[in-house]
């Protein structure tokens, strides 16, 4: 049972002191279970990132699930997805309680516009890290810009962007493949 605890404990740690929601967390996450405790390796922990990302769900619930379980089987996915969630849980039960009366309050108000460029910055930061694990090459940041532009300023949905992206990648994969067949 203590090392059900010791999961609960470090995903609540995580879930308490990280600001920025779940992209924030990760290289937290990935701290503590790839460098410190050592229960993934490197590869394990991008391909598990991968599969988090592609899930229905908040990244750092769908990342604390797969280490749990990974970790301690369903009891330990039940442990670590309860540790991440609840300090989120207990701190949005306390604002909602408290915001209602000061809402309106213009230093409320300056206080929350003061944070977004800390929450971006500490959003960005771990995105880069990640990026250089999995191989990214600086080269091709490019695309996510683009991207961005066209949402943007061109009011793309980004379903039909990600419908092109999908396209792009299976024309890409017939084309590597057809390659290797010669």
Request: glycine content about 10%.
């Given at each position: 049972m203590k090392k059900y605890w010791e999961l609960f404990l470090i995903f609540f740690k995580i879930g308490a002191f990280t600001f920025g929601g779940g992209y924030a967390m990760i290289p937290l996450i990935?701290?503590?279970v790839v460098n410190k405790k050592g229960w993934l390796e490197e590869d394990e922990f991008m391909d598990m990132l991968a599969i988090a990302q592609?899930?229905?769900?908040?990244i750092s619930l769908n990342t604390a699930l797969f280490v749990g379980n990974k970790r301690l089987g369903f009891k330990g996915g039940l442990f670590s997805g309860?540790?991440?969630i609840l300090p989120s849980f207990v701190v949005i039960l306390l604002i909602a309680m408290v915001f209602t009366q000061f809402k309106e309050n213009p230093v409320v108000e300056r206080?929350?516009?003061g944070i977004r460029p800390a929450v971006v910055a500490l959003i960005v930061a771990p995105l880069l890290s990640l990026g250089k694990s999995a191989g990214v090459r600086w080269k091709n940041l490019w695309i996510p810009v683009v991207v961005e532009l066209a949402v943007w300023q061109l009011s793309i949905s980004p379903i039909y962007i990600v419908l092109a992206a999908i396209l792009l990648g299976v024309s890409h994969f017939i084309y590597l493949r057809k390659g290797v067949k010669k």
């Amino acid at each position: 049972m203590k090392k059900y605890w010791e999961l609960f404990l470090i995903f609540f740690k995580i879930g308490a002191f990280t600001f920025g929601g779940g992209y924030a967390m990760i290289p937290l996450i990935r701290n503590e279970v790839v460098n410190k405790k050592g229960w993934l390796e490197e590869d394990e922990f991008m391909d598990m990132l991968a599969i988090a990302q592609s899930m229905p769900g908040p990244i750092s619930l769908n990342t604390a699930l797969f280490v749990g379980n990974k970790r301690l089987g369903f009891k330990g996915g039940l442990f670590s997805g309860a540790g991440i969630i609840l300090p989120s849980f207990v701190v949005i039960l306390l604002i909602a309680m408290v915001f209602t009366q000061f809402k309106e309050n213009p230093v409320v108000e300056r206080v929350f516009k003061g944070i977004r460029p800390a929450v971006v910055a500490l959003i960005v930061a771990p995105l880069l890290s990640l990026g250089k694990s999995a191989g990214v090459r600086w080269k091709n940041l490019w695309i996510p810009v683009v991207v961005e532009l066209a949402v943007w300023q061109l009011s793309i949905s980004p379903i039909y962007i990600v419908l092109a992206a999908i396209l792009l990648g299976v024309s890409h994969f017939i084309y590597l493949r057809k390659g290797v067949k010669k």
